[in-house]
């Protein structure tokens, strides 16, 4: 039911969960809960081994997945976006707290209680800068980060994950490495060390997940592996073999904590790490709400999306959690388990807290090869290898973004390869857009002039098609390809503007010095199809007054009559004929045109007759013709298969 008055509307506005309420059903609460109990089982042991790529207890994990959960399913904008620790804020907190350095000292190298405050401060801050992207209506933004690049940064975060858990896998003890060649040439030295009893548990829980998810795929296999690794620890004895365990989760609710005190300089220090998580933070929850979104022809509020990950990662900075985003394999779950609302979302935070307080005791005997284990299987789910293909494939620019990204993942600080891949994305879009496509129609052939009763052919007027956004990064590119075309020899020049959208001061002063160079040499200038903005940044700027009002017309056959009515009649056709055999070109080519038509029995008579049927929106015809041009073919597949394969193969292990 829609909000009504102006009160209501600010409660829906302030409390979106509010509306969702009401006519809440006990059906709709019944699917809530049976998928919010599904997506638990997956959130636990995901949690958990988060936050060990993240270099943290798994404990501060297991909080990440309660409040800040239910703090982002409530104000959230889709039904389905499941938030908490994801893989890639885990790796990019771990860079964090390697290359922040706080009084001379790493973040990694401080105490866990002293590393800890400032892991929350960094949560807070994130989730600070996210809610004022999203309160600045910042949400649209998202849409110009290159697909490209997300690909090439998620290919290297698995690159990262996989080559940083070996030393778990193995067993062995790796002082922190401060580049990940470093840490690959490190762990190959320790490889003779490694403790078979924890390389076995990895491979054991490894072989559990993947048999299971091989068996069923609906069965929770990376919760059943970490429990068979448990038992198996409790029943050997791991620990004695060196084999090294969670340890004790405490049995309550996640503490209450606190950033450290505010200081300039700390601010400083945690700003930029803070930036990094918070932009890449929402860009996977809001590519990953808008997918979900489309397979049931939803839309999402990006801005609002914004608004609820910074308010999430608020609560996880004071209720003890990592900074977390939307997670693709828990939401894919939760969309295919069949929830209906947001508060399925919101319950699975509910039972995974329960699960805390009943079953935290059990966590010691979890092993930490076999966390590393499953997160070999996610970093594997990570890689996006249709992704990495089509970027191959598509175009030299998705190439060179692709393999750019990914080898600034690998060589750079994690939190520079998030800016690198947002700058890459920039420079691609100014590129696709600083390149107008400016178009001749009026040769006696144009395929686009021919449904027109004023018909092509005349050698006294040029017909241009622009298409783009003219702004100043564009403007050289328009005039470059405007005076290619256009060296002032006719009496008649349009410009069809259909497909300009906007235009700025620098293009407004492009048009202004094209008009007084067709007015010096005694050309008519005339726009047709001016959109009302374009149109009204024409009036404000003065181009109307000097073009005339009456030399803008509104679609191309009113621009065609009107300079065959006024600028090429009298003395410009006898001077045209004469040169003819005093013959109209025009008349001419439509007498040959009706012939060929005649002959081929499709044409009504060899007099002119043969003219195509007039259509009655020439915009419809110069839409097709750009569509001749510029293929853009539907290749969007179904959405809502695709997830729930994903759901079921585990491909959607990358977050």
């Not at 750079?412 to 857009?433: C, I, P, Q, T, Y």
Request: aromatic share 6%; net charge positive.
């Amino acid at each position: 039911m829609p909000p009504r008055g102006l009160g209501d509307k600010l409660l829906c506005a302030a409390l979106p969960f509010v509306e969702s309420l009401r006519g809440y059903s006990m059906q709709a609460l019944r699917a809530d809960v049976l998928a919010a109990l599904t997506v638990a089982v997956v959130a636990l042991p995901q949690s958990m081994a988060y936050a060990v790529i993240a270099g943290v207890h798994p404990k501060y994990g297991l909080y990440a997945a309660i409040v800040p959960v239910i703090v982002a399913a409530l104000w959230g904008a889709s039904r389905y976006l499941v938030a908490g620790p994801t893989n890639a804020i885990a790796m990019l907190l771990f860079a964090t707290m390697g290359e922040t350095v706080v009084n001379g000292v790493p973040l990694s190298a401080l105490s866990e209680e002293t590393r800890m405050a400032y892991v929350f401060g960094v949560a807070i801050l994130a989730g600070l800068l996210q809610v004022v992207m999203g309160l600045a209506r910042l949400g649209e933004l998202v849409h110009f980060i290159s697909h490209s690049v997300m690909v090439g940064f998620t290919a290297g975060a698995a690159v990262l994950i996989a080559v940083g858990q070996l030393k778990n896998l193995l067993g062995v003890s790796i002082g922190n490495a401060p580049t990940f060649v470093e840490l690959g040439l490190s762990t190959l030295r320790h490889l003779p060390r490694t403790n078979p009893w924890a390389l076995g548990t990895g491979l054991f829980a490894m072989a559990v997940a993947l048999g299971i998810a091989r068996v069923h795929r609906r069965l929770p296999a990376a919760f059943l592996a970490v429990a068979a690794s448990g038992v198996a620890a409790w029943a050997l004895d791991l620990g004695a073999h060196g084999v090294k365990v969670v340890g004790a989760i405490p049995a309550g609710l996640p503490p209450f904590s606190l950033p450290p005190a505010p200081d300039a300089q700390v601010m400083r220090d945690l700003f930029m790490p803070a930036l990094a998580i918070a932009l890449l933070g929402v860009v996977e929850a809001l590519s990953i709400a808008k997918t979900l979104a489309g397979a049931r022809g939803e839309q999402v509020d990006g801005s609002r999306e914004f608004v609820a990950q910074g308010l999430a990662n608020i609560a996880a900075g004071f209720f003890s959690g990592i900074p977390g985003s939307g997670s693709f394999t828990r939401s894919a779950v939760n969309f295919v388990a069949g929830a209906r609302t947001r508060f399925a979302g919101a319950l699975s935070g509910v039972i995974t807290l329960l699960a805390v307080l009943l079953l935290a005791p059990l966590a010691a005997y979890i092993p930490i090869a076999a966390l590393a284990g499953i997160l070999m299987i996610i970093a594997w789910g990570m890689v996006d290898k249709h992704g990495i293909a089509l970027a191959l494939k598509a175009t030299r620019a998705d190439r060179t973004v692709l393999l750019a990204t990914f080898a600034a993942t690998l060589l750079l600080d994690l939190e520079k390869a998030v800016f690198v891949g947002v700058l890459l994305s920039l420079v691609l879009f100014l590129r696709k857009v600083s390149h107008p496509l400016v178009t001749r129609m009026d040769t006696c052939d144009s395929p686009e002039l021919q449904g027109l009763p004023a018909g092509p052919c005349c050698p006294n007027l040029a017909v241009y098609s622009i298409e783009g956004t003219l702004f100043f990064g564009a403007v050289d590119e328009l005039e470059q390809r405007l005076y290619e075309y256009e060296d002032f020899g006719h009496r008649a020049v349009i410009l069809h503007l259909r497909q300009v959208h906007w235009v700025d001061a620098t293009g407004v002063h492009a048009f202004q010095q094209f008009l007084r160079k067709c007015q010096r040499r005694g050309v008519a200038l005339v726009l047709s199809g001016v959109k009302p903005a374009v149109r009204a940044v024409f009036e404000r700027s003065g181009l109307v007054p000097q073009l005339g009002a009456d030399n803008m017309a509104e679609t191309l056959t009113d621009a065609l009559a009107l300079c065959y009515r006024r600028y090429l009649k009298g003395a410009v056709c006898d001077a045209c004929k004469q040169s003819n055999e005093g013959r109209c070109r025009r008349e001419h080519h439509a007498g040959d045109s009706g012939n060929a038509d005649a002959a081929r029995g499709t044409g009504d008579g060899a007099e002119g007759a043969a003219v195509p049927a007039v259509m009655s929106d020439t915009d419809a015809m110069a839409g097709a013709y750009t569509k001749a041009v510029r293929p853009d073919g539907d290749t969007r597949t179904d959405e809502e298969a695709r997830i729930r394969g994903d759901a079921r193969t585990g491909r959607g292990a990358r977050t």
